[in-house]
Structure formats: structure tokens, C-alpha cells
């Protein structure tokens, strides 16, 4: 009984071998894509909407931190 039970789960997993492959491969295309290619190739050139926010959300980003950065080296110098 139990060489029969291991003998269908061998044939079980060897059937969906072919499956389980194709399912690996896709999870390892997924992982290497990048979230900011919303283009493909020859369109990538113009700048999307998505990467235009991005840009500026940096920007505004790092002025508030060399804003907060110029306050703080003021208020830390003392003054003779």
C-alpha cells in the first residue's frame, strides 16, 4: 500500500513538473522588472507621467530636506 501512495505522488509531481517550471520561470521574470519602465523600448525616450511625478516628488523632496538641514545649521551656530 504505502509503494503504491509514493508511486502515485511520484507521478503526480512528475505531471506537474512542466507546470511548476513555468510557474518558477515567471516569478523570476516578475522579480527583475522594474517599476519604472512603464514604456516599452522606443517609447521609453519620452518621459511618462508616471516618471515626471516621480521627478518631481524628488525635487520637492530635497529641498524640504536642505530646507530642514539650513534651519538646523543656523540654530546650531552660536553668534560671538
Avoid at 40 to 54: A, H
Amino acid at each position: 500500500m504505502l509503494i503504491a501512495m509514493m508511486s502515485n505522488s511520484y507521478q503526480d509531481i512528475f505531471n506537474q513538473a512542466d507546470v511548476e517550471w513555468k510557474f518558477a520561470r515567471s516569478k523570476l521574470w516578475i522579480e527583475y522588472f522594474d517599476d519604472t519602465a512603464t514604456l516599452p523600448p522606443p517609447f521609453n525616450m519620452i518621459p511618462s507621467p508616471k516618471s515626471l511625478f516621480y521627478c518631481v516628488q524628488w525635487c520637492l523632496e530635497s529641498i524640504y530636506q536642505s530646507n530642514r538641514t539650513i534651519g538646523f545649521n543656523f540654530r546650531s551656530t552660536r553668534v560671538s
